[in-house]
């Protein structure tokens, strides 16, 4: 399954809102799709699970969508720690694909 | 405290070989799959594959496959990636992470990952 992101960048300001979209070839098995965010030097962090489940200690402005092929990660409020690039990965058939990533730069 | 803790930094030269590890603890290691995800340099995450160490069952990418392999030692608590002619397109950070499980005991998502390791293949 190949997963594609859009934009792939995307440059806004704090207090603003962020929607990523991640589009899959294919449908995505009972929403096993995953967020995860990378900041520079850093390994990944996972977000989102089963599309719309937030991982433990991710704070409720992250908010999760979609299903079958259309999934967004929305961002209601941005905030300085937030820019980052985000990464969408499907879990539900082998190989567990990413998309290419976004990054969410400041304006 | 749950945490993978990756080996250091490795320069090698194009044909060696080499073998990263990555060792669980704060967690039953043997119950969880392991994954291992790439990142060149600037590039984004590529999924590599998955085993798990209760009885080294394994899932990979045809992209990796022949490339590197993957395999674990239960009894210490360790993933290894190993690679036995290193090329320089293998340049990158590899990253282990933990594979969870939903409600169902279906994989889920990766909760916890490694800090990476930097493999550098330069003549």
């Known amino acids: 399954i190949v997963l594609t992101q859009s934009p792939g960048t995307l440059s806004l300001s704090p207090g603003e809102r962020a929607t990523l979209s991640c589009r899959a070839s294919q449908s995505v098995r009972s929403n096993y799709l995953a967020w995860y965010q990378q900041k520079p030097g850093q390994a990944p962090r996972l977000l989102m699970f089963?599309?719309?489940t937030r991982a433990t200690g991710i704070p409720d402005r992250f908010s999760g969508s979609g299903s079958e092929t259309d999934f967004t990660l929305t961002i209601s409020r941005l905030e300085p720690e937030d820019f980052a690039v985000y990464y969408c990965q499907q879990y539900g058939t082998s190989p567990y694909t990413f998309g290419q990533g976004t990054k969410l730069e400041i304006k | 405290e749950v945490q993978l803790v990756q080996s250091g930094a490795e320069v090698k030269e194009p044909g060696e070989s080499l073998k990263i590890s990555c060792q669980g603890s704060?967690?039953?290691?043997?119950?969880?799959?392991i994954a291992w995800v790439r990142q060149m340099p600037g590039k984004g995450l590529e999924w590599m594959g998955i085993i798990y160490p209760g009885d080294s069952d394994m899932r990979d990418s045809p992209s990796f496959r022949g490339q590197v392999s993957m395999s674990t030692d239960k009894s210490i608590g360790t993933a290894y990636l190993q690679w036995s002619s290193l090329k320089a397109s293998d340049t990158a950070i590899y990253y282990c992470?933990?594979?969870?499980?939903?409600?169902?005991?279906?994989?889920?998502?990766?909760?916890?990952w490694g800090r990476g390791t930097m493999v550098t293949v330069s003549s």
């Open positions: 089963g599309a719309s």
């Open positions: 992470a933990r594979v969870s499980r939903d409600n169902r005991g279906h994989l889920s998502a990766y909760d916890i």
């Open positions: 704060g967690y039953s290691f043997s119950d969880y799959w």
